[in-house]
């Protein structure tokens, strides 16, 4: 079945998704605690601000404001029963912008985690995980978005019941996971496993791959691993901008233009379908990997010393590593954002 963002790959070969929507919004004024997803109806100027900003800067794809859009992670704002209304709402404002651009644009509805555990392991049941999921994604779905974004899970289980709820409300889907803990999922999922989270019988996936995690240099390592096991897979990498310091009360990313270009450079050599950036990725970042996809000279497959070399030091282990990190490689937590 034809999907807008199956013809666009095909059309263009790599596409450029966006930048961070939650570390934006805390630059334009979102205060710590507050649920981004309540912006879509109190703050909607600002949301199509950003949106229109990342496209501007040469996005193919738009995330919607919605990755806390289930109504377990809704319920901390009292809005558990809201999720439909907010979620078409995000979408709304995306598609506005993207209907608008001077050149095709994707909305993908932005779905994560639920912020629960399933059984055995918490409270939450695999079947009330995927209602939870097919509520909020049919709320992208009639707001105009053309994709399910599966992004930030740890859990396969989770990944399963997304998808399925996905599927329940009729729409694509793509999924990836934040490979932070070690190289793995905080649940443990290795990134040359990830194309065996999606029973064979199921709907598969339009793409899939890695996204947030602790910088650049990593994410690039868990794309070389994906790569590696299924060459001919459409990956995603949605990778932060550097790892956050804080500056006095303030958190910022140390990765820069320049940085974030030769990530695009090294991650289209690695093989990625689709690249973008996740926390403290702004649309200057952006359009600097704009022009870095635009200009790109084929080269060859590269290794992780040459990640490395280009690009910085890994800031935990990769998945295959036993023991310690080489002396080279820094460890550090990060926050989705």
């Not at 109806?41 to 806390?68: C, M, W, Y």
């Not at 439909?84 to 509805?109: M, P, T, Y």
Request: aromatic share 4%; with cysteine; glycine share 12%.
């Amino acid at each position: 079945m034809s999907n807008p963002l199956s013809d666009l790959i095909a059309e263009k070969g790599v596409l450029l998704a966006d930048g961070a929507t939650g570390t934006n919004l805390f630059e334009m004024g979102l205060m710590a605690g507050e649920a981004p997803e309540l912006w879509n109806e109190q703050q909607p100027e600002k949301i199509t601000e950003l949106h229109r900003g990342f496209v501007d800067a040469g996005a193919d794809i738009i995330l919607t404001n919605s990755f806390g859009g289930t109504r377990h992670r809704l319920k901390l704002h009292h809005a558990q029963d809201r999720v439909f209304d907010l979620n078409k709402k995000a979408a709304e404002l995306a598609r506005a912008v993207a209907d608008k651009a001077d050149h095709k644009v994707i909305v993908a509805g932005s779905v994560g985690p639920t912020g629960e555990l399933l059984i055995p392991l918490g409270a939450l049941s695999y079947e009330d995980a995927v209602e939870a999921f097919r509520e909020q994604i049919e709320g992208l779905k009639a707001g105009g978005a053309d994709v399910a974004w599966i992004e930030t899970m740890s859990s396969p289980d989770e990944i399963r019941a997304a998808a399925e709820g996905a599927a329940a409300a009729g729409m694509a889907y793509v999924f990836t996971g934040s490979f932070d803990t070690a190289g793995k999922t905080m649940m443990g999922l290795a990134p040359k496993d990830i194309f065996d989270v999606i029973p064979g019988d199921a709907g598969q996936p339009l793409a899939l791959g890695a996204n947030c995690g602790v910088g650049a240099p990593d994410i690039l390592s868990s794309l070389l691993d994906m790569s590696e096991a299924n060459p001919d897979a459409k990956l995603i990498v949605k990778g932060n901008c550097g790892i956050p310091e804080f500056r006095g009360e303030t958190i910022v990313y140390s990765g820069t233009p320049d940085l974030m270009a030769d990530y695009v450079d090294l991650a289209i050599d690695a093989g990625a379908t689709i690249i973008g950036g996740c926390c403290g990725t702004s649309c200057e970042h952006l359009k600097a990997m704009r022009f870095a996809l635009d200009h790109h000279r084929k080269g060859g497959r590269p290794t992780l010393d040459d990640v490395v070399a280009k690009i910085g030091p890994l800031r935990n282990k990769s998945a295959g590593e036993g023991g310690d990190a080489a002396p080279r490689r820094e460890r550090r937590g990060r926050r989705r954002a």
